[in-house]
């Protein structure tokens, strides 16, 4: 377990040239030390602040001699994101700068933080819970608004509040149980009331499937990703679409505009789930009915984790003057003419079948590069398994309940669910569990 009473700095901001760096640094002389060199506007040194605040100045460093302007924003704790005195140091974004600031912070007597290893203090105070810790790393990697905002509902809505009290409840039946256990001689000890105990763990099989099925759901939104065509009208996005899945979903057509919906299908290319989604064709809406079209395909752009843009081959150069950074260039209909390709395009036929298995492959190979945050939301979801044996535990804690048997059963199931729950809120925590959490993490968050 990492030493939490060491204060530990990092660079907290995206690396490479910015307009801004931020260093963030946590721990007992995380404000000390952000201090030391540091200068407001008329030049004069600073206390240690009582309260969160935001100062404006400069730091001044030796070897080489330098006077960078920075801003500090302060927080004494424990109302700070890890729950100790934080620090963060807003300066200009020029690396070798920030990595020579950094160095002095480290020779200041901070240490350089482990990857995830704020957001770990942040767990281990009890700022967060395992749920939300998760939900940290997702915020960060979001690639879409889609995921962004399913993050950011799973930060807000930890489980640890609901789980707590569930725990707190069952703890005090498992007590009850155990009373009577050890002591079921005793005159002032009373008996347990069977249908009563029933009762309360059909209401916590009721709370704790209602977290389940919440977070389950946020899992699904999340499991595959999105990959979406687009093009201009009669692109060849359809016939495309259906010779990636291998059957015929989409209607076809010479006539332009046939696609006026989107249409989905969930698929696997080399074994990487995803949605694919077939949109209308770009153009300048004359009704209603275009103007739904085009409304849709914008959504459905929003959304996408990967963009397929569709340009049939005797059409390319005038696409030649469009930013392609953010999309794959796939040229369909290649079999109709020749024209000199843009080295990152994709050549395919959808007719002849030519290049539909080396852009499955593409699009696969593309998905595993943008899927840390798939992994990490499927792989280390521990806080979730603990949910579904906590579950387990408790329907046959139920059964053997209803079914009037020995309460040394019931008790001994109660106690896994404890366990478990336990796991989830802080009350039992082991070095391999957050581990495999917080070792995901960049260093800096």
Not at 49 to 73: D, E, F
Not at 312 to 322: G, H, Y
Not at 414 to 437: C, F, M, P, S
Request: hydrophobic share 45%; net charge negative.
């Amino acid at each position: 377990m990492l030493d939490s009473s060491e204060t530990i700095a990092a660079i907290a901001s995206r690396p490479g040239p910015a307009p801004r760096a931020i260093i963030r640094l946590s721990g007992p002389e995380a404000l000390a030390i952000s201090l030391g060199d540091f200068r407001d506007e008329s030049g004069a040194h600073l206390g240690l602040p009582a309260r969160p605040c935001v100062y404006a100045g400069q730091i001044h460093l030796t070897s080489p001699t330098l006077q960078l302007p920075a801003k500090l924003v302060l927080w004494p704790g424990p109302q700070s994101y890890t729950g100790q005195p934080v620090a963060e140091v807003h300066t200009i974004g020029s690396p070798p700068l920030v990595n020579h600031l950094l160095a002095h912070y480290l020779a200041s007597g901070a240490r350089l933080a482990e990857p995830g290893e704020f957001t770990l203090r942040a767990f281990l105070s009890g700022r967060i819970d395992l749920s939300q810790s998760e939900a940290v790393l997702k915020v960060i990697e979001a690639r879409s608004p889609r995921k962004l905002q399913s993050a950011l509902e799973q930060l807000a809505g930890g489980v640890a509040g609901p789980l707590k009290s569930l725990r707190d409840r069952l703890l005090d039946r498992l007590v009850e149980l155990e009373a009577n256990l050890d002591f079921v001689e005793e005159p002032d000890v009373s008996p347990i009331f069977r249908q009563g105990l029933v009762d309360d763990l059909d209401e916590a099989i009721h709370t704790l499937n209602g977290i389940l099925n919440t977070h389950r759901g946020r899992d699904q939104a999340d499991a595959r990703a999105r990959v979406v065509l687009i093009g201009k009208p009669n692109a060849g996005k359809s016939r495309l679409f259906n010779a990636l899945l291998n059957h015929e979903h989409a209607i076809v057509s010479p006539v332009a505009g046939t696609t006026r919906d989107y249409l989905t299908a969930a698929c696997e290319f080399d074994n990487v789930p995803l949605t694919l989604i077939d949109t209308a064709g770009e153009e300048i809406a004359r009704d209603a009915i275009e103007s739904a079209a085009q409304d849709k395909r914008a959504a459905q752009l929003i959304d996408a984790d990967l963009v397929i843009l569709c340009v049939p081959r005797d059409e390319l150069p005038a696409f030649s003057f469009l930013d392609l950074s953010a999309h794959q260039l796939v040229i369909t209909k290649a079999d109709l003419s020749s024209n000199d390709l843009p080295t990152n395009a994709l050549l395919t036929s959808a007719a002849t079948g030519d290049g539909i298995a080396t852009l499955q492959s593409a699009i696969a190979a593309a998905l595993r590069d943008l899927s840390a945050h798939h992994e990490a939301s499927q792989v280390g979801s521990h806080w979730r398994e603990s949910l579904e044996r906590a579950a387990e535990s408790l329907s046959q804690a139920r059964a053997v309940a209803a079914g009037f048997h020995g309460e040394e059963l019931i008790a001994a199931e109660l106690r896994l669910v404890i366990d478990d729950l336990g796991k989830i809120v802080g009350a039992v925590v082991t070095e391999d569990i957050l581990d495999q959490i917080f070792r995901r993490f960049c260093i800096g968050k």
